[in-house]
C-alpha cells in the first residue's frame, strides 16, 4: 500500500477532526440552550505517548518528558464549564459510568435548576412589572399636582396658600416645576431685595476679587469695620467649599454648569453682609435654591433665608441662642422619644453633635438631595419648628438601631446617615411626632426658654463675661 504523504496525512486529520466537530455542533440538549454554555468536547482526550510523538516530528527533536503534574492535566478528557455539564454529561471513557440511580438523581437535580431558574425570572419580571407601574402612578400624581399648584394655588396665592387643601398637598411633596416659585413665596423678601442690588452686590464682589488677585488693599468705606484679611479668608473659603458642595453631581466643581453661579451668589452675599460673611454650610443652602430658581431669584430667596432667626442665630454662632435652641429642642425629644433620650444622657450625647450639620445645612447635606428637597418643602411651609421635628423624625425611624449602639457609633452613625434612607418611611416617622408639651407648643416652649435664658444672665454677672 502506497503510504501518504505527511500533507494528506494531515488534510485527513484535519477532515476527521471536521465531521467529528459537526456532529458536536448538533448537541441540542435542553441545559446548554438554557445556559447558553458550549458541550464537552469527545475527542478531547489524546494518549500522552501519542502527543509527545507528534510533538517530536514537528520539531524534530526529542521533547522534554512531561512532569507528573503535566501528564495529570493531559490525561484529563474534560474540563467542567458549569454545574449544567457536572450533573448533564456522561463521564469520561477512562472513568466508570455513573450508575443508575446516580444519573437519575442528577437528572432530576438538573430539572430543579430549571424550576428555580424560571422562578427567579418570573419574580424579576413582576417586579419591573410593579416598579413600572409605581413610575407611572408617580408621574400621573406629579402631572396633576403640576396643574393644581398653576391653576388653582398660584393664581390665588394669598387666599389659598393656608388652606387645609393646600397643607395637604404640601406635604405629598412640590412638583419640581413649581417648586422654585413656591419657595420663593412661601421665603418671602422681607428685606426688599432687588435684582439691581444683586448686580450691585455681584459688581462688588468681582471688584474684591481683582482686587484680592492684584494684592491690591482698597476697603470700601461700608466695610471698614472688617479686616482685608476677614474677606480674603471668607472669599478663599467660598472657592473651597464650592468644590466640596455636591461633589458627587459633578455641576458645582470648577468648570462645572452652575459653579459660576454658586460663586456669584456667594460672593454677592458677603457683600451684603459682610457682618455675617461667608460661613461653612451656606454652599449647600445656596446650590439646592440654584437648582430651583434663577441667579438672582436664588440670591433673594437665599438672603431672606439666612436671615430668619434660627438660621441667623447658627450662622452668626450666637452661642446662647443655640443653646436656646437646643434646649427647646431636647424638650421635645424626651416627650416624644423617652427611652432613646434617656439613652443618650446615658452616653452624653448631646444635640450639638448632630443637629449643628443638619440645621446649617438645611439637610440638604445629610440626606439624598430628592428628600432634602421634600423637607425643604414642608420647611417652606412650616418653620424652623419643622427642622427640628424633621431630626426627631430621623431618631424616632432609627431608635432600635441607636438604643443599641455606644457614643461612638451612635454619633458616627448620625452625622453619616444612611444613603438610601426611604422618603415615604421617614415622613410617616416625622407625622408621627407631636411638636407639643405640656399643652405649648414649638414657638411657645422656645419663648419661654429665651426669657429664662435671659433673666439668668441678668442675676448672673459673670455669665456676661
Not at 503510504?3 to 496525512?9: C, G, I, N
Not at 470700601?220 to 476677614?230: P, T
Not at 460663586?263 to 460661613?279: E, F, K, N
Not at 430651583?292 to 431669584?297: E, F, I, Q, S, V
Request: charged share 25%; proline share 5%.
Amino acid at each position: 500500500m502506497m503510504a501518504l504523504s505527511p500533507v494528506l496525512l494531515f488534510m485527513d486529520r484535519n477532515l476527521l477532526a471536521r465531521k467529528q466537530s459537526a456532529r458536536l455542533d448538533k448537541h441540542s440538549d435542553l441545559g446548554w440552550k438554557l445556559f447558553g454554555k458550549a458541550p464537552l468536547r469527545e475527542n478531547a482526550q489524546k494518549d500522552s505517548k501519542r502527543i509527545q510523538k507528534e510533538y517530536e516530528d514537528k520539531a524534530g527533536r526529542p521533547s522534554k518528558p512531561p512532569s507528573p503534574k503535566q501528564n495529570v492535566r493531559k490525561n484529563l478528557d474534560f474540563e467542567p464549564l458549569s454545574t449544567t455539564a457536572l450533573i448533564l454529561e456522561d463521564r469520561p471513557a477512562n472513568l466508570p459510568a455513573k450508575p443508575a440511580e446516580e444519573a437519575q438523581k442528577h437528572r432530576q437535580q438538573y430539572e430543579e435548576m430549571v424550576v428555580q431558574a424560571k422562578k427567579r425570572e418570573l419574580k424579576e419580571a413582576q417586579r419591573r412589572k410593579k416598579q413600572l407601574e409605581e413610575r407611572c402612578r408617580v408621574e400621573e400624581s406629579i402631572g396633576n399636582a403640576v396643574l393644581t399648584w398653576n391653576n388653582e394655588i398660584l393664581p390665588n396665592w394669598e387666599t389659598m396658600w393656608c388652606s387645609r387643601k393646600v397643607r395637604d398637598l404640601w406635604w405629598q411633596g412640590i412638583p419640581p416645576s413649581v417648586r422654585g416659585k413656591v419657595w420663593s413665596l412661601a421665603i418671602g423678601n422681607e428685606l426688599n431685595i432687588t435684582h439691581e442690588l444683586f448686580d450691585i452686590c455681584l459688581a462688588r464682589a468681582k471688584e474684591r476679587w481683582r482686587s484680592l488677585s492684584t494684592g491690591g488693599s482698597e476697603v470700601e468705606n461700608e466695610d471698614a469695620g472688617f479686616s482685608a484679611a476677614d474677606r480674603e479668608a471668607s472669599l478663599e473659603l467660598i472657592k473651597l467649599d464650592i468644590s466640596r458642595t455636591f461633589p458627587n453631581l459633578c455641576i458645582f466643581q470648577q468648570g462645572g454648569p452652575y459653579h459660576d453661579m454658586l460663586h456669584s451668589i456667594l460672593g454677592a452675599y458677603t457683600c451684603y453682609r459682610p457682618d455675617v460673611g461667608y460661613v461653612q454650610g451656606m454652599s449647600f443652602i445656596a446650590a439646592v435654591l440654584i437648582l430651583n430658581l434663577d441667579t438672582a431669584d436664588a440670591f433673594i430667596a437665599f438672603s431672606n433665608l439666612l436671615n430668619k432667626p434660627c438660621q441667623m442665630a447658627f450662622f452668626r454662632v450666637d452661642h446662647g441662642l443655640m443653646l436656646t435652641y437646643f434646649a427647646a429642642f431636647e424638650v421635645f425629644f424626651e416627650e416624644n422619644l423617652p427611652k432613646l433620650f434617656a439613652h443618650f444622657k446615658k452616653n452624653n450625647l448631646t444635640p450639638d453633635i448632630y443637629l449643628i450639620d443638619w440645621i446649617f445645612t438645611l439637610y440638604s447635606k445629610s440626606l439624598p438631595l430628592d428628600l432634602a428637597c421634600r423637607i425643604w418643602d414642608v420647611f417652606c411651609r412650616d418653620g424652623e419648628e419643622f427642622l427640628f421635628r424633621t431630626a426627631l423624625g430621623i431618631l424616632k425611624l432609627f431608635e432600635d438601631i441607636l438604643t443599641k449602639m455606644d457614643f461612638i457609633h451612635m454619633a458616627q452613625f448620625l452625622t453619616r446617615l444612611p444613603e438610601d434612607l426611604p422618603a415615604e418611611e421617614l415622613f410617616a416617622s416625622i407625622a408621627t411626632i407631636q411638636m407639643q408639651s405640656r399643652n405649648k407648643k414649638w414657638a411657645q416652649v422656645l419663648t419661654a426658654l429665651q426669657k429664662d435664658s435671659r433673666e439668668m444672665e441678668k442675676g448672673s454677672p459673670s455669665l456676661r463675661h
